[in-house]
C-alpha cells in the first residue's frame, strides 16, 4: 500500500517568514494529493489539493508543488501570520476510489 | 450544513466498558471513515467503508467492530475497552470521483479516555 513520510514533524518560524513542509511517498499510482490543517481541538480541514496531471498550484499565500518523477510534494506558506500556527498533514491517494495515507504531521508554530 | 456529526465529544470509560461512537454526515458521500489520533501522533485509520453496505479495516483494526447502518450513518464500536484505546476518534467522510477529487471532510472529534 501507500506509505507517506512527512518532514519536519516540528517547525518555528518568525512572522513573515515563509514556511516548507515536504511529503514523500510510495505508489506511483497515487494522483491526489491533499493538504489538511488541524487547529487546536478540532478535526483536520482540507486547505489545498493538487493533482497528478499538474506540477503547481498556488491559493492566495499557500502552494503546493508536485514532482511525480521524484515522488514528493512540498507545502509552501509565505507571508506566515500567528493564525498560520497549526499542525498541517499531507496525504496520498487516489481521485476515483480508496483511501488517502496520511503522512505524521508538521506542527507549525509561527512567533509574533 | 451540519457536515460530519459525531457523538458524544467527550467520554470516559471504565476498563472493560464498552460504548458506540456515533457518526452522520449530511453531503450524500459514499465513504466514511473513523480515525484515531493519539497525542503528537498522525491519524491512524480504523476501518472505512467505500459505500453502503461494505467495510474494510484499516491500519488499527483490533479492537473495534464498525456498522454502515445507511448510506449516511456509520458507527464505531469498542466492545470491551482498554486503556490503549484512550485516543480522539474522528470520523470522515469523501465522495470518491474524478470530478471530487476524494478530499475527507471531517468530525470534530470524540475525546475517548478509559481509566
Known amino acids: 500500500g501507500e506509505n507517506v513520510e512527512q518532514h519536519p514533524s516540528t517547525l518555528s518560524v518568525q512572522e513573515g517568514d515563509s514556511a516548507v513542509i515536504k511529503c514523500t511517498y510510495s505508489?506511483?499510482?497515487?494522483?491526489?494529493f491533499p493538504w489538511y490543517k488541524q487547529e487546536l481541538g478540532k478535526g483536520p480541514q482540507l486547505i489545498i489539493d493538487i493533482r497528478s496531471n499538474v506540477g503547481e498550484k498556488k491559493d492566495q499565500r499557500i502552494a503546493v508543488t508536485l514532482n511525480k518523477t521524484a515522488k514528493h510534494f512540498s507545502l509552501h506558506i509565505t507571508e506566515t501570520q500567528p493564525e498560520d500556527s497549526a499542525v498541517y498533514f499531507c496525504?496520498?491517494?487516489?481521485?476515483?476510489?480508496?483511501?488517502?495515507?496520511f503522512g505524521d504531521g508538521t506542527t507549525l508554530t509561527v512567533k509574533p | 450544513n451540519a457536515g460530519v456529526t459525531q457523538t458524544p465529544k467527550f467520554q470516559v470509560l471504565k476498563t472493560g466498558q464498552s460504548m458506540t461512537l456515533q457518526c452522520a454526515q449530511d453531503m450524500n458521500h459514499n465513504s466514511m471513515y473513523w480515525y484515531r489520533q493519539d497525542p503528537g501522533m498522525g491519524l491512524r485509520l480504523i476501518y472505512y467503508?467505500?459505500?453502503?453496505?461494505?467495510?474494510d479495516k484499516g491500519e488499527v483494526p483490533n479492537g473495534y467492530n464498525v456498522s454502515r447502518l445507511n448510506k449516511r450513518e456509520f458507527s464505531l464500536r469498542l466492545e470491551s475497552a482498554a486503556p490503549s484505546q484512550t485516543s480522539v476518534y474522528f470520523c470522515a467522510s469523501s465522495a470518491t470521483g474524478r470530478s471530487f477529487g476524494n478530499t475527507i471532510y471531517f468530525g470534530e472529534g470524540s475525546w475517548l479516555t478509559v481509566v
Open positions: 505508489d506511483s499510482a497515487s494522483n491526489y
Open positions: 496525504a496520498g491517494g487516489y481521485t476515483n476510489a480508496g483511501k488517502s495515507t
Open positions: 467503508s467505500a459505500s453502503e453496505g461494505t467495510t
